[in-house]
Structure formats: structure tokens, C-alpha cells
């Protein structure tokens, strides 16, 4: 069972820039981050291959958002620029094992860290 632990939540200015950690108790074979705004479904914003480094983008945070893992660390992260109101929301990361591509049905989820931004 592998364990995710997010962290780096926080409220910012419209503009301003965030990056969300979620460390991995075990290695992963992909990672993902959602989001869940109030009254909306979750959405999949990006995930990545971590042993080839291939990243994957929601075409509407791609250029804004960017993917990364540290294969030594087993630690994600998820690198937010340009932030607006519209990107408040709760951020989860999610990994599988023995699954690769976009993670887009992940096996392991985090708690979930809450990104609030104000205009």
C-alpha cells in the first residue's frame, strides 16, 4: 500500500505561484495531480511516467503547470504559475504501481491539500 503525503497548499494573490509536494511512501511507476473546486468534479490536471520522465498536461494548465518527480526522493511535484481565482480548489496527488502514461486512473490517493487563490 503505498502512501502519499501532500504538502504546499496555500492562499496566494492572483498571479502568484505555488508548488505542491507529495512524497510517496514506496516508488511508483506514475503520478498524477487533481483538483476538486467546490461543487465541481474532480478533475486530472497532469500526470507523469516517472521512470521515463514523459510528462502529460489538461491543455487548460498546460504552459501555467508543470510535472515533476524525483526518482531519488520518491517525491512529486507540481509547480503552479500565473495563478487565478479559478484555480482554487483542493489538490490531490494520486500514484499507481505497474501502471504508466498520463495516471489518469491512479491506485493510491493523498489527502488532498487546499490551494486557494484571491483576485
Known amino acids: 500500500q503505498v502512501q502519499l503525503v501532500e504538502s504546499g497548499g496555500d492562499s496566494v494573490q492572483t498571479g502568484g505561484s505555488l508548488r505542491l509536494s507529495c512524497a510517496a511512501s514506496e516508488y511508483t511507476t506514475c503520478m498524477a495531480w487533481f483538483r476538486q473546486a467546490p461543487g465541481k468534479e474532480r478533475e486530472w490536471l497532469a500526470g507523469i511516467s516517472t521512470g521515463a520522465g514523459r510528462e502529460h498536461y489538461l491543455d487548460s494548465v498546460k504552459g501555467r503547470f508543470t510535472i515533476s518527480y524525483d526518482n531519488a526522493k520518491n517525491v512529486g511535484y507540481l509547480q503552479m504559475n500565473n495563478l487565478k481565482p479559478e484555480d482554487t480548489a483542493i489538490y490531490y496527488c494520486?500514484?499507481?504501481?505497474?501502471?504508466?502514461?498520463?495516471?489518469?486512473?491512479?491506485?493510491?490517493w493523498g489527502q488532498g491539500t487546499q490551494v486557494t487563490i484571491s483576485s
Open positions: 494520486a500514484a499507481a504501481v505497474k501502471l504508466y502514461g498520463d495516471c489518469r486512473r491512479p491506485h493510491y
